[in-house]
Each structure stands twice: as C-alpha cells, then as structure tokens.
C-alpha cells in the first residue's frame, strides 16, 4: 500500500452494534475505500469529495451516532467509585488544541524528573563520595546503579501499561521517584545510597517509555512528533536544573542531601498535574471500552472535523483486528507476536538501533562525568560544577529546533544532525591534546567548543530517540515493545557510564570520544539512517502499520530513490 500520502487505503467497515463494543465486520475486498483512479484523499484537504466517497461506502454519521450514544451511556453507568479510579477530574477546553498541548505539556514534564536524576549525581558527588568515604568503584556505581534500575522499571513499564493505563503507569513511576529521592537524601552509606538510586531508576524506567507511548497515542499526527520531542526537551531541562541546584546547594554543609533528594518536589507536582489529564483512547479501545474512549477523543479532537472521526474508526478496526489475530493464537505465540510478525519485527530492529545510536555515543557518560571532565581541563571544583551548566544549557537550547520544526522536515533529515554532534567529539577529543601547561585559553576553548556542539546537536537528534519507537509499533505490541527499546536504552547507558573510568584509562579521553563515540556514529549511524530509516511525518499510527507491512528492501530501494532525486534536484539548482 502506498504510503505518501495521509489518508491511505481507509478501512472502516460496517459493524454490528453491541452495548459494550462496536465489531466491524470481516474484511472483503470491497471494503477498502480507494478512488479506482489510485488517487489518495486526504478528508482535511479534499473535504467534499472524499466525504461523498465514504459516504458511498460508509453511513459515517450513523457510525458517529451510536458512538455518541456509547458514550451517553458509559457516563450515566458509572459509578462515583469509577470516576474516583479514573483519576482524571474531566477538564475540558472548546478549543480542542488546547487540551492536546496540556496533555503534551504535562506529561513530557516527567522528563524533568529523569533529567535531574540523571544530571544531579555530577555535583552531588563531590560531597557525597567524601561523606560517605566512597570508593572509585562505589562512587560509579552510584553514578550507574541509575540507569540499572531503570532497566528493571522498563521490564514492569509494559504489565504497567497494559494493566493500569498508560496516564496510571506513569502517575506510578512518582511513586517510585519519591521513595527513592528520600532514600538517597537520608541515607547514612553506600548500601542505602545504592538501594534509593536503584529506585529512582525504577521511575525513571517505566516514565520513559509510558510518555512516548502516551502522547503518541493521544495527539493528532501533525504534532506528534513536536509533542514527543517535548519529553527530550524537558530531560535536557531537568538535567540543566540539576546542575543549577548542585550549584545552589555546593557550599550548604551536607548540601548533596539536598541535591539528590530535590526529585521529590517534581514528582508531586507532576502527579497532581496528572490529574487533569485522560487515560489514552487508543489504549481504551485496546481494551474494549469505546464509549469512554469516545468521550475522551471528544476532548482531544474537533469531531465536527471529518478526518477526526474517520481516525477514531481506524483505531478501532486496528485494535478490533489485533483482537482477532489474538483470539486464534496460543498464549506462547502472543508474547512473540513482536518478533514473529514480519511488520512487528521490522519495527524492533528500527527501534533498537535509534536507540541503541542515541547511547553509544556517549552522552549519559559526559552527562554524568561532566563535572569530572571540567576539572581534568583546569577548571577548580567549584568552577567545574559551574561549568556544567554550559553542557546542560547546550542540550536544552538544542532541543527547541526538534520542537519547533521537526513535524515540518521529517524524521530522516532531522537525523542528519548526527554530522553535528560527530564534529562536537571531534573537537572534544581535540581539546584533550592540547598541553594545558602551555596553551590553556586554547585547550579549554576548543574542548568547550565541542562540548557546546555537540550538546547542542545530541539535544536535538535525541528527540528521535522517544518520537520513533513511540509511533513505531502497532497497537497489540506497543508496550512490550517499548518495553524492549526502554530497557535496551538504559542497558547501553549503564554500560557506557559504568566502563566510562576504564574506557578512557585504556583509550584515553580522546581515543574515547573521537574513536568509540565518533566512531559508531559516522561508520554505523550515518549510512543506516541514510538507507534503512523511513520518513513518518504526518503519518496515522494506522498508516504508520503500513510501512512497516511493508519489505525492508522496498523502504531501502525508495530511500535510494529519493536521495538520487533530491541530489538531482540541488544540481539543477545550484
């Protein structure tokens, strides 16, 4: 099926009404809506026509009215008990855009708490190792113990979602942070240190998946991608929050107690902002609860608007049709579904290597180390905690581009600012080889140089990390799949921050950063993203299903023939 345009093939169907459910009936040829001229309608562009189209094929407005009417019902049946567990004080704006950048807004706040976990250990370490009499072996693994335990939230981010909602996964993740920021600011050594940044990592484990899976599902296609990358945007505040509090706090005797227990103010208020937000349609549907799922869409959606309603069918003939494909298989073959499905494996592999090139090339170790690094190029203690936040502010100014304008340019060509970011460690491992002895202006200024570009570059090409596995995946296999590119996430930072000591011992700081970090970016990253990448701007979850359906050498063929056209095209021009 061709996927270059936004409303493809239309499967919406007739269906037998049932009180707790709509089935659409099986698939036949003729229910596929194509114009036999081949020619895709997009309802939002093609308004008139394409709504006569469907109305050949389809009553939408007898569709629409038992919906209204699943929904009437849905909130005349529930009980005060049922509005109290739907944690959700039903907000609602007349201007539906509003309510999605609420949605957005808050739920990608969660990335603060992430951001300052994972920035704070930097400057709390200082005091922190002295007081407790930390080892160099001990203090990595504070430093590490982190992204370990969010491998182990990542595992239960998927039960998580499927048994409680994605809104209800994340409003536990708060639960985890505050537990472990208490643990971490009263604890008297090592073992309880360890225990409450095990713990956060637990948060920051199931947060990091459960907000992805969350927007996507949530907000229109148009500004998916935007919202998505709201989450980056807010990590790399929280990680700039932590270096502003590790300054704050620096001369405050037992000031480290204070660093890494300040978590616990985000998290409350991220759980009491959660409260004004809806469970996820999509995942409502997913569970056989259409008339909630269509009071909610009502509040994320303008359904005067055609295309508004027609997405809401095709979510619900995807989750009806996973329904089906489930109901004929053995529970072995359902927890396999992800790699033993074509499309879904597909999906994995694509997922799994953006991540996979977010991690190794360094950024959670430089994040981490950042105060460690400042000091080894001449910076005293305190300057180097300062100078930290040259490092955080870059991350956070180059995630605003990823916001603005990623919906506009497309996956692909945001991808290529992986060439930055490379230049940035070319520059830092550069900075290394100057005598500090003899030309200090010149080490320092270099090493900042790259630091700044290549912070700023990771800041924006980072954003991809959450956007594709979150939109990539079909509805069945959403949380395990998540669930399998979260933990592989934090595995790769563990492991990078964990080796960070002995990888520069036996490398050195630039063999490091130039030859490792650089080294998989330019001779892995760049051609794999150039041939195997496809675009997903714009695209319907539902469309998103398409694409992956579709062959792996089909998507390299058509991304070799689209460079070819584009390099033509800038000949002409030039």
């Known amino acids: 099926m061709n996927s270059g345009s936004r409303s493809e093939s239309l499967e919406l169907h007739s269906v037998d009404v049932s009180q707790d459910d709509i089935k659409p009936a099986a698939l036949h040829k003729e229910d596929v809506y194509e114009d036999p001229s081949g020619r895709k309608y997009d309802l939002e562009l093609d ?79 200082l005091g922190m190792n002295r007081m407790l009499n ?128 300040s978590s616990l103010v985000f998290s409350t208020f991220l759980l009491v902002g959660l409260f004004f937000l809806p469970e996820s349609p999509r995942w409502l549907v997913h569970k056989g609860r259409v008339g909630e799922a269509w009071n909610i869409w009502k509040r994320l959606r303008d359904v005067s608007v055609d295309s508004n309603k027609v997405e809401f069918l095709e979510s619900r003939q995807a989750a009806y049709q996973d329904q089906q494909l489930r109901e004929h298989e053995s529970r072995f073959q359902n927890w396999f579904d992800l790699v033993r499905i074509p499309r879904n494996r597909r999906a994995l592999i694509y997922a799994v290597m953006m991540v996979s090139l977010g991690q190794l090339t360094g950024i959670n170790a430089i994040m981490y180390y950042m105060s460690t690094l400042m000091a080894n190029i001449g910076f005293d203690e305190k300057r180097s905690v300062a100078m930290s936040m040259v490092g955080g502010a870059a991350l956070l100014i180059g995630t605003i581009p990823a916001i603005l304008w990623m919906d506009r340019f497309g996956r692909r060509a945001w991808s290529m600012t992986i060439i930055l970011f490379s230049v940035g460690l070319v520059l830092v491992g550069v900075g290394y080889q100057i005598d500090l002895n003899t030309n200090r202006p010149a080490a320092e200024g270099v090493y900042l140089t790259g630091q700044i570009l290549y912070n700023m570059a990771f800041g924006s090409y980072s954003a991809l990390t959450w956007v594709l596995p979150s939109e990539s995946f079909s509805l069945a296999t959403r949380s395990v799949g998540m669930t399998v590119c979260s933990t592989m996430l934090y595995l790769w930072s563990f492991t990078v921050t964990y080796n960070f000591e002995r990888m520069q011992k036996a490398m050195t700081y630039t063999g490091l950063t130039l030859g490792f970090y650089g080294g998989l970016a330019i001779v892995i990253g760049i051609p794999y993203q150039l041939l195997f990448m496809p675009e997903t701007k714009n695209k319907t979850l539902e469309e998103i299903d398409d694409i992956f359906s579709r062959p792996t050498r089909e998507i390299v063929n058509e991304n070799i023939v689209n460079m070819k056209r584009n390099c033509s095209r800038w000949l002409r021009r030039s």
């Open 134 to 261: 930390l080892s160099t072996h001990e203090a990595s693994l504070v430093s590490s113990l982190m992204p370990l335990g969010a491998m182990a939230g990542s595992i239960l981010m998927s039960p998580l979602n499927e048994w409680f909602g994605r809104k209800s996964a994340i409003m536990i993740s708060c639960v985890w942070y505050t537990v472990g920021a208490i643990l971490c600011a009263a604890s008297p050594n090592n073992q309880v240190m360890y225990a409450g940044r095990f713990i956060l990592g637990v948060g920051v484990g199931i947060e990091g998946g459960c907000v992805g899976i969350y927007i996507s599902e949530s907000v229109p296609s148009t500004v998916r991608g935007n919202l998505v990358s709201m989450y980056q945007f807010n990590i790399a505040l929280g990680e700039l929050f932590g270096y502003i509090i590790g300054i704050i706090f620096f001369d405050v005797h037992g000031g480290w107690r204070f660093m890494v227990g």
């Open 47 to 125: 308004g008139p026509r394409a709504r006569a189209m469907l109305d050949g094929k389809l009553d939408l407005d007898a569709e629409i009215a038992e919906l209204d009417r699943q929904g009437l019902e849905f909130q005349k049946e529930r009980s005060l008990w049922q509005r109290v567990r739907s944690l959700d004080v039903g907000t609602d704006f007349e201007n539906k855009r509003n309510m999605v950048y609420m949605l957005g807004a808050f739920a990608s706040a969660a990335g603060i708490l992430s951001g300052i976990d994972q920035s704070i250990i930097s400057g709390a370490s």
